[in-house]
């Protein structure tokens, strides 16, 4: 019902079509505030009805005026509750979307049966920032640095950082681990992004490379990537986990979170070594959705505690990162 201008600027969307199942999608319209990243990554909109008159205060623009802007294919007129059926039933399915007259449908699905997929692609590599820039200075001189490395990082999570006070940095997801290491960051942040994880193997050489040097938080696509850089290994999921409904059990606690997920890949739980502690598993389906390190400063989940659209119930993981950075410390909250 609400989220889809932070869905559609999510850059771990890159490389996929997005199917909404509320009726009407659009009667908030949009606004630079919900932007997730600079510039929207996913490749397509797909709703039942979109509505050009939105009623918000805080609205500047239409749905289709947003995507316009930023070159997005969007189509509506179709059954997407049917459209989800199909592929709840037949796992992740190619598409391709196509405007104009005189339109040959078997050239358009040989198209889409053409499209080679993401699979050992390095998709992190067209939604990475290109320069290392700092998003917030510490509130205080003892509160600690993070350095985020970009795989394709939401707004949102580099707040919840700032939020409590952390200075943070951003990296290109290329930078080498000694010149993360030559800045001495009291821990380093691995973001989501899109794509397979096993595409990006200097991303996961560059976190074999950080593991006991600096405490680690790994998100999304940034928890496979850890996986793989301890010895794991993924596989792709047959129908990815995606929206803001996923049952979450936090194993330690026992207490259930409802969680916010996009991903198509997951880390193949049987691969883990001793060391790892499995610390949260998905009640759908029973994969992985966090872990930890028994005697390293090490933590990941699968997904997304910053929400942004989604549920709040995760959001206590950043408090741990910043714990695992300052044992003894507070938190340096503004305001």
Do not use: W
């Not at 189509?75 to 199909?86: F, M, N, P, V, Y």
């Not at 358009?108 to 290109?130: E, F, S």
């Not at 060391?275 to 872990?291: P, W």
């Amino acid at each position: 019902m609400t989220g889809y201008q932070e869905i559609l600027s999510d850059p771990s969307y890159k490389g996929q079509a997005v199917v909404l199942t509320a009726p009407m999608v659009g009667n908030y319209g949009a606004s630079a505030r919900a932007d997730e990243a600079l510039i929207p990554s996913v490749e397509a909109l797909i709703v039942r009805e979109a509505t050009d008159h939105p009623a918000h205060f805080q609205s500047q623009e239409t749905l289709s005026r947003y995507l316009e802007r930023h070159g997005i294919l969007g189509i509506s007129g179709l059954d997407t509750r049917a459209l989800t059926k199909l592929i709840r039933s037949e796992g992740l399915l190619h598409v391709c979307l196509a405007i104009g007259e005189d339109l040959d449908p078997e050239e358009l699905v040989a198209k889409a049966r053409q499209y080679p997929g993401i699979d050992g692609c390095d998709t992190v590599q067209h939604v990475t920032t290109r320069r290392r820039h700092t998003f917030a200075r510490p509130s205080l001189p003892e509160a600690p640095r993070v350095a985020v490395l970009d795989c394709g990082t939401k707004r949102s999570i580099l707040k919840s950082l700032a939020m409590l006070g952390c200075g943070v940095e951003v990296y290109p997801a290329a930078t080498p681990a000694d010149v993360i290491l030559r800045d001495r960051p009291d821990g380093v942040l691995i973001s989501n992004g899109p794509g397979d994880p096993a595409g990006v193997p200097h991303i996961i050489r560059t976190v074999r490379e950080l593991i006991g040097q600096v405490p680690l938080f790994g998100i999304c696509l940034g928890h496979q990537i850890l996986g793989l850089a301890l010895g794991g290994t993924t596989y792709k999921l047959a129908f990815g986990h995606h929206g803001g409904n996923h049952p979450v059990r936090h194993l330690e606690t026992g207490r259930i979170e409802i969680t916010s997920q996009n991903h198509n890949y997951a880390v193949d739980v049987s691969a883990l070594g001793d060391d790892l502690v499995v610390t949260h598993v998905n009640l759908f389906d029973g994969t992985l959705e966090g872990m930890r390190h028994r005697t390293l400063p090490l933590m990941s989940v699968q997904y997304h505690p910053e929400a942004a659209p989604g549920p709040h119930d995760s959001r206590y993981l950043f408090d741990t990162f910043f714990h695992m950075m300052r044992p003894a410390g507070r938190i340096y909250a503004h305001g």
